[in-house]
């Protein structure tokens, strides 16, 4: 069992920054890749980005890339999403996501993670 809870969600202004944090337990968090999907209103939950157990490898979405960048601290147990340049377009609840699978590359789908976090809220106003 892999606990994850997500935290850093608010509102912000368009242009602005915000830091999610995922705190992970229940298993060596070194032996898992992490990755970060949101969802908005009336939409099904989308990938964001992903990290590899190593963090030797970091995936983006198209949407974000160039203004979101996924990083983890193994020794804290915690996975981190920041956000430059935020747009209206990303307000939605994100959640981070443990894919205990070893593979030689990195989920991008719902279906390659295995557990989840409760999500946090992100904002941006326009």
């Known amino acids: 069992q892999v606990q994850l809870v997500e935290s850093g969600g608010g509102l912000v202004q368009a242009g602005g920054s915000l830091r999610l944090s995922c705190a992970a337990s229940?298993?060596?968090?070194?032996?898992?890749?992490m990755g970060w999907f949101r969802q908005a209103p009336g939409k099904e939950r989308e990938f964001v980005a992903a990290?590899?157990?190593?963090?030797?490898?970091?995936y983006y979405a198209d949407s974000v890339k160039g203004r979101f960048t996924i990083s983890r601290d193994n020794a804290k147990n915690t996975v981190y999403l920041q956000m430059h340049s935020l747009k209206p377009e990303d307000t939605a609840v994100y959640y981070c996501?443990?894919?205990?699978?070893?593979?030689?590359?990195?989920?991008?789908?719902?279906?390659?993670?295995?557990?989840w976090g409760q999500g946090t809220q992100v904002t941006v106003s326009s």
């Open positions: 990290i590899s157990r190593s963090a030797g490898s970091t």
């Open positions: 229940g298993r060596t968090f070194s032996n898992y890749d």
């Open positions: 996501a443990a894919d205990l699978a070893w593979k030689f590359s990195l989920g991008t789908t719902m279906k390659d993670y295995d557990y």
